[in-house]
C-alpha cells in the first residue's frame, strides 16, 4: 500500500465539449479576459480582490483587504462598514433595477406570487421592523424552519437587515434535530410554516417546531412567527406564537439598514458530520458578499435578462449563496418553486422553466440522476429553447448523467457548468466558464483567486493522473470565519494537512490541469493496496443503460483485506437477474481495468442520501456491517 496516501485514479473520460461560439462571443469574461484575470489574482491576489470588493457598496472602505496575522482566523476587509442587504436591496431601489422581477415563485398546486425589487424591499423592510417590535437586535440568532416560501427568504432578508443571524434548517428534519440546532444557537425567535405541500401532500410544520421546543433545553425561543401557507388549524400559543401576516400588517414599508462591521456574523448554518453533532459554519456580512458575488457573475455569465433558477432547498447553502444573496447582489431575476419534482409528474421542472423562460438552471446531480430514470419523453414534451446555461453542484456528476443533460435539457447547446464548493467555503472554488472547453465529469480549474492543490497525506502535490486530497492553498474572501462556539473545530480543518484548508474530498488533476473528484476521503476503498475512491466505480456502473445510479462501498475481503460491493438502482423496464450482474460487472471492468472488483451487486429502489443530494455510503456500510449508523439527523427519507 502506497503509505503517502494518493490514490489509484482509474476513470479516463476523454469526450471535450468546445463552447459554441455564439457563446464565446457574448461571453462577460472572453478568454483573454479570464486569463489575464488568473494572472492577476496569482500576481496580487490581495489587489483582485479588492477589485472584486469595488464592485459593492459600502459604508466605509476597509484598512485592508485581509488580516492574517491569526491565520487561520482570517478577517477579510477589516475596518469596512456594510450590510449583505444593502447591496442585495437597497441599492437596487435607486436604480432601474427597481421595478424589475427579483423573485418568481410557485407553489405546488400551482399558486404563483412575483416580486419586484421594490416590492420585495418593502416586504423585507416591514418584517425587519416586525422583528424588532418581537424584541430581536443585532447579533440575536433567529431560526427559520421552513420550505421554499417566498416568506423564506424575506425573513433571511429581514434578518440581516437588523444585523440578527439568520439559521436555516431544512423544513423535512425532525423535532429532535430542530432542537439540537435551536439549542446549539441559543435561537431566540423561530419562524416556521403552519404547513407546506409536498408530492401532493400537506406537510404539518407547526406541530412538529412545537415538539421541538418541548423541554427545558428549547427555552432560549422567546418567540414563534407562523406563515400561513395551507391555512392549517394549528395551535397557538398565546403571547409566544404570531402569525406573520399579522406582524406585517402593521408595520411601515421602510426600516433602517443596520451598519455592520465586514466580520459580523451573518448566518449560520448547520453541517452534518460523520459522527457527533452538527457543525455550525459561520459566515459574516463583507467577505461572503464580496466572493459570491464576484463568482456567480463570473461564473454563470449573469446578463440583465437572465431568469436564474436554482432549484436547492433553502436549507443548503447552495440556495444562501445561489438563490437568495447571490441573484439578488446581482440584481438578475430568480425562480423558486415549493414542490416535488415528479408532481404531478416528473416534467414539473421542464415546465417550469419553459413557462417562465428560465435561461440559467442549477440543480444537483442527484435530482439530474432521478430525471433521467423516466427517459427522454418529459423533456421532450415542453419547449426548453430558452435556456443558456446549466450548472450542477453537491456531488460529482457522472459522466454519463453530464451528458445526458447536456444533450436532452441544453439541445447540445448549454454547457454543463459542474460547481466544486462546500458549505465551508460559502462560494464556488472550481468551476468552469461559459467559454471554457468541458470535459464531462470534471469541476476544471480553480476560479481567478482561488488556488488548490492536490497533495498527498504529508501535503506533497502527486503527479498528474494520480488520485490525491484536495486542498485550497490560500484564504478566499467567503470562507467561513468559524464554527459557532467550536474553535477547535474550526482549527482542524487546517491542521490535517498543515497550512492548507482540508476539503475532505479526493481528486486528481490531468495532464491538462483539470481536477476530477473522487470522492470523499472517508470512502476510499482500500483493494489490495490500491487506493480507489467510489465516485469511478459508480459512474462506469452509470455507462450501463440499465442503471440509473450506483453507491460503492469497501467491504471486508479476507484476501484483498477489502473489496467493493455496488448498490444499484436501475431504470424503469429493467429488472435484476444473473445476466445483468455478470453484465454490470463486465461494464466496470471494461471502464476501469482489472483492479475495478465487484464483489457483489445488491439492487434497490433508491438510495440514502442527505437532504442536499450526497449519496451517504457509511449509512450503507454500516447497515452492511452491523454498525451503529451514527448521525443520520441528514438523512432524506422521502
Not at 427555552?219 to 400559543?237: A, I
Not at 401576516?245 to 462591521?261: K, S, Y
Not at 437568495?324 to 430568480?334: H, K
Request: one cysteine or more; charged letters at 25%; proline letters at 6%.
Amino acid at each position: 500500500m502506497d503509505q503517502s496516501g494518493a490514490l489509484d485514479s482509474l476513470l479516463q473520460e476523454e469526450r471535450v465539449f468546445r463552447p459554441l461560439p455564439q457563446l464565446v462571443i457574448e461571453a462577460n469574461v472572453n478568454p483573454q479576459e479570464l486569463d489575464a484575470a488568473r494572472k492577476f489574482a496569482a500576481m496580487d491576489p490581495m489587489g483582485y480582490w479588492e477589485e472584486a470588493a469595488d464592485e459593492l457598496d459600502w459604508f466605509k472602505k476597509w484598512d485592508q483587504v485581509l488580516d492574517d496575522s491569526q491565520s487561520p482566523f482570517c478577517k477579510w476587509f477589516p475596518g469596512a462598514r456594510c450590510n449583505i442587504v444593502y447591496n442585495a436591496l437597497d441599492r437596487h431601489i435607486e436604480t432601474a433595477n427597481k421595478n424589475k422581477l427579483a423573485l418568481i415563485w410557485e407553489g405546488e398546486p400551482g399558486d404563483t406570487r412575483k416580486y419586484t425589487y421594490f416590492e420585495l424591499y418593502r416586504e423585507v423592510n416591514r418584517f425587519a421592523n416586525a422583528l424588532r417590535s418581537l424584541g430581536i437586535r443585532k447579533g440575536d440568532r433567529v431560526l427559520l424552519y421552513m420550505p421554499q416560501l417566498p416568506e423564506t427568504m424575506i425573513a433571511m432578508l429581514a434578518t440581516a437587515k437588523i444585523g440578527a443571524i439568520h439559521s436555516v434548517v431544512f423544513a423535512g428534519f425532525s423535532a429532535k434535530a430542530l432542537r439540537q440546532r435551536i439549542n446549539d444557537a441559543q435561537a431566540k425567535l423561530l419562524i416556521t410554516t403552519d404547513g407546506f405541500y409536498r408530492n401532493g401532500r400537506i406537510i404539518r410544520l407547526k406541530d412538529t417546531a412545537d415538539e421541538a421546543l418541548i423541554g427545558a433545553c428549547a427555552d432560549c425561543v422567546e418567540s414563534m412567527v407562523v406563515v400561513r401557507r395551507c391555512n392549517l388549524g394549528v395551535d397557538m400559543v398565546d403571547g409566544r406564537d404570531f402569525h406573520y401576516d399579522d406582524l406585517v400588517r402593521q408595520e411601515r414599508n421602510e426600516a433602517p439598514t443596520e451598519v455592520m462591521d465586514s466580520g459580523d456574523p451573518l448566518f449560520l448554518l448547520y453541517t452534518s458530520g460523520t459522527t457527533g453533532k452538527p457543525k455550525g459554519i459561520v459566515h459574516s456580512h463583507g467577505g461572503y458578499m464580496v466572493g459570491v458575488h464576484r463568482t456567480l457573475t463570473t461564473v454563470f455569465d449573469i446578463k440583465p435578462t437572465d431568469i436564474f433558477w436554482c432549484a436547492a432547498d433553502p436549507g443548503w447553502v447552495t440556495s444562501h449563496s445561489s438563490g437568495v444573496y447571490g441573484p439578488l447582489l446581482a440584481g438578475t431575476t430568480s425562480v423558486m418553486y415549493e414542490g416535488h419534482p415528479n408532481y404531478p409528474q416528473a416534467d414539473r421542472l421542464w415546465s417550469i422553466v419553459a413557462r417562465y423562460g428560465v435561461t440559467i438552471f442549477y440543480t444537483a446531480p442527484t435530482m439530474i440522476r432521478m430525471l433521467m430514470r423516466f427517459g427522454t419523453q418529459y423533456p421532450k414534451g415542453h419547449d426548453l429553447s430558452s435556456l443558456r446555461l446549466l450548472g450542477t453542484v453537491g456531488e460529482t456528476i457522472s459522466p454519463e448523467a453530464w451528458i445526458w443533460l447536456y444533450k436532452n435539457i441544453g439541445r447540445s447547446e448549454c454547457p454543463v457548468l459542474d460547481t466544486w464548493w462546500q458549505t465551508e467555503t460559502g462560494m464556488f472554488m472550481l468551476a468552469p466558464l461559459p467559454i471554457t472547453l468541458l470535459k464531462p465529469g470534471s469541476v476544471t480549474k480553480p476560479l481567478p483567486g482561488v488556488e488548490a492543490d492536490v497533495v498527498d497525506r504529508n501535503g506533497d502535490p502527486v503527479e498528474p493522473g494520480k488520485g490525491g486530497l484536495l486542498v485550497l492553498t490560500r484564504p478566499w474572501p467567503a470562507m467561513m470565519t468559524g464554527l459557532w462556539n467550536d474553535e477547535e473545530g474550526y482549527r482542524e480543518y487546517w491542521e490535517k494537512i498543515p497550512g492548507r484548508y482540508y476539503a475532505g474530498d479526493v481528486a486528481r488533476r490531468d495532464e491538462d490541469g483539470y481536477i476530477w473528484i473522487q470522492g470523499r476521503a472517508d470512502d476510499v476503498i482500500n483493494i489490495a493496496g490500491h487506493r480507489i475512491g467510489p465516485a469511478e466505480l459508480e459512474a462506469a456502473f452509470c455507462v450501463h443503460r440499465a442503471v440509473s445510479e450506483a453507491a460503492v462501498i469497501g467491504v471486508p475481503d479476507r484476501i484483498k483485506g477489502e473489496a467493493a460491493k455496488a448498490f444499484v438502482v436501475l431504470h424503469h423496464g429493467f429488472e435484476p437477474d444473473d445476466d445483468l450482474i455478470r453484465d454490470l460487472k463486465r461494464t466496470v471492468r471494461n471502464e476501469l481495468g482489472p483492479v475495478a472488483v465487484i464483489k457483489s451487486i445488491a439492487f434497490c429502489d433508491k438510495l440514502p442520501r442527505t437532504r442536499s443530494g450526497k449519496i451517504m455510503r457509511r449509512v450503507l456500510k454500516a447497515e452492511e456491517l452491523g454498525l451503529d449508523l451514527g448521525d443520520v439527523t441528514g438523512l432524506d427519507d422521502e
